[in-house]
Structure formats: C-alpha cells, structure tokens
C-alpha cells in the first residue's frame, strides 16, 4: 500500500473556537500530535485528491448517489430522476428568529420513524415524489421534476435564522412552500410515545444536496467513511467502500494501494455541539487507528500518511521524517490556522 488518506474535518479549522478549542488543549493525543509535527506542512492547492468531506460539507454531492447506495426506490421499485438530502431538524423559535438545530440529540423509535415518513409522504404524494426517513437525522426525497433549485448544506445552515437560509433558482419557490406544508403536517407527530413532550421533536426538515453533481474521478481504492452520502459516491465512482462501524482496522496495508478515512460524524458532532461524541471520536482514532497506521508505516507497508484536517493546508509524513529529531512533537493547539 502507498498512501493512506485522513480528514478530520474541522480539527485544525480556524472556526475551532470554545469548548472544542479548550477540549483540544486537554486532550491526550500523542499520536495525533506526533504525526501533525513531523510531517511536511503542505498548500491544500498542492493536495491531489479528494476532500470527500468538503464536498458533504459544501453540499456540492449528490444524493442520488447514496439513495442507489440504500435501495431507495419508488412503489413500482423504479428510482426517481432527482434526489435531495431531507433531514429532519428541531427550530427553535423565539421573538426575531427561528433558529435551525440539527437532530443529532434525539432517538427515534420505529413507530415514531414511520409516523414522520408516512406525514410527510401525504404532502407530497401529488407531486409523485417520495419521502425516506433513514434515521433520525437523515432524511431522503426522491422527485421526477422541480430540480432547478439550490440548498444551502445543513451543516452550514445550523445555528442560523432559517428565514435568511433562502433556496434559489427557478423551482425554489415550490419548495418553500412544500417546506410551509411539511411543517404544518409534522406538528405533533414525532413523539406520539411520550405524552410528556408538548411540542414535536421534529417540527421542520432541511432540503439540501445537489442532485446535479457529478461523480469524481477515482483516485483511491478504498475509502471507508460514515457517510451514506460519501460511500454512495465512491461506489458510484468505482471505488471500493467500507462503513466505519464495520471497518476491521487488522486489515492487511499490503494488499492496498491506496485508502481514504473520512469520519464525517467528528465535524458533525461538532457543529451539533455535541463536545462528548467529539472528543469520543478522536480518542477512538488516536487509540484504535494511529497505532496500526504508524506500525504499518514504520514496516513500510505504508509510504506515506497524508491528513487533511483545515481549510488551507494539509501534512504528509514519510517514515523518513520520523527521524527528524528537530522537529519536536507540538499540542495540537498550536496548528489550528489563522
């Protein structure tokens, strides 16, 4: 195997800031720090693959892609033509604003999750389209028409005014007032469980995705990811997938030329707020990958290991540059971009 590809998005992003920022301070990640430290610190221009996570983050991907991924097909098993990212999401209202949080914090039963889809699909039914709830926090809907529109990503979305998140282009209109529709049909409907709640755990979705998007070209092999949206892309593109929570870190580094990690629920955790999963996240990476990835590295099943955690940079380390004593290991604090 050549090369080993990390994002970490949002690591050493310049937005780091708060709880997440003192968290990194505390945080006891050797491996992580050795590996930021020793390694060439690189333009993110130079860098010749691809940034998987940017692409989600940006909304720039297409999730028609992963809705072949999960199967997801109309009554007649016929796939739609178009596809968009629906997730569901909590607004949180008060004089001047409607703020948009994400749904990262709740559980959904089973009923719960067929209730929501079932509401939903009554308001969209004359539009012979069809809503997919995945899980509490993913959402698809799959039409044959009105896909002149543009969506602003959830992840840059959460925490703003959802009145100043407008969709543009020729069909946006539609789907704000689908929207106005689906939130009408949703009031009331997602905890039928729990008498205690007085108002909805979900009383809104987020239409985003660009069902436009092309595939990428392949670049990797294997790519290994907790993204639906990410893994249906690369298998699209030809390329081998993995899911993280089935991913078996024994693997053989000799038998690949080339692998990408994309965990997309560390940047996720981190615009939810949720510092726990956060730093979960990376206590997992430091103690349950790095030390494979610098074992293979230090045997030469690995020539390099290349990690892309900022906007506008990204370090390459060589086994060579291990020995390069000069270059002190440094907290990771000290490479968060400016």
């Known amino acids: 195997m050549k090369t080993l590809i990390l994002e970490l998005p949002g690591l050493l992003d310049k937005h780091l800031s708060g709880a997440f920022l003192e968290s990194l301070k505390q945080l006891e990640l050797p491996l992580l720090s050795q590996l930021v430290s020793k390694a060439n610190k690189c333009a993110i221009s130079e860098f010749n693959g691809i940034q998987y996570s940017r692409l989600e983050s940006s909304g720039d991907i297409n999730p028609g892609f992963a809705a072949k991924l999960l199967n997801l097909t109309d009554e007649n098993s016929k796939p739609f033509k178009y596809w968009f990212r629906a997730d569901p999401i ?51 809907i799959g039409c044959n028409q009105y896909a002149e529109t543009s969506f602003i990503s959830l992840l840059n979305a959460l925490g703003n005014d959802q009145r100043i998140i407008p969709s543009t282009g020729n069909d946006a209109h539609h789907w704000q007032q689908l929207l106005t529709e689906i939130q009408m049909s949703l009031f009331g409907t997602a905890s039928p469980d729990n008498p ?57 580094f000799d038998q690949r030329e080339s692998l990408q990690l994309t965990p997309m629920n560390l940047i996720r955790s981190q615009k939810h707020g949720d510092i726990t999963a956060w730093e979960n996240i990376l206590i997992a990476i430091e103690k349950d990958w790095l030390p494979k990835i610098f074992s293979a590295l230090k045997k030469q099943q690995l020539e390099q290991i290349i990690l892309v ?27 968060i971009e400016g």
């Open 196 to 252: 205690i709640h007085t108002r909805s755990l979900v009383n809104s979705i987020h239409f985003w995705g660009n069902p436009h998007a092309k595939l990428t070209e392949k670049k990797i092999d294997t790519l290994v990811s907790d993204s639906n949206l990410i893994l249906g892309l690369a298998k699209s593109s030809g390329i081998s997938i993995n899911i993280i929570s089935e991913f078996n870190s024994e693997f053989n």
């Open 309 to 335: 955690a900022g906007e506008n940079y990204y370090y390459r380390l060589k086994k060579s540059y291990l020995k390069k004593f000069w270059r002190r290991t440094k907290p990771l604090i000290e490479f």
């Open 90 to 140: 909590e607004l949180l209202t008060d004089i001047t604003t409607i703020h948009m949080k994400g749904n990262w914090h709740f559980k959904f039963s089973e009923h719960q999750i067929k209730r929501v889809e079932t509401n939903i699909n009554q308001c969209i039914e004359h539009l012979q389209a069809k809503f997919f709830l995945i899980s509490e926090t993913e959402g698809y």
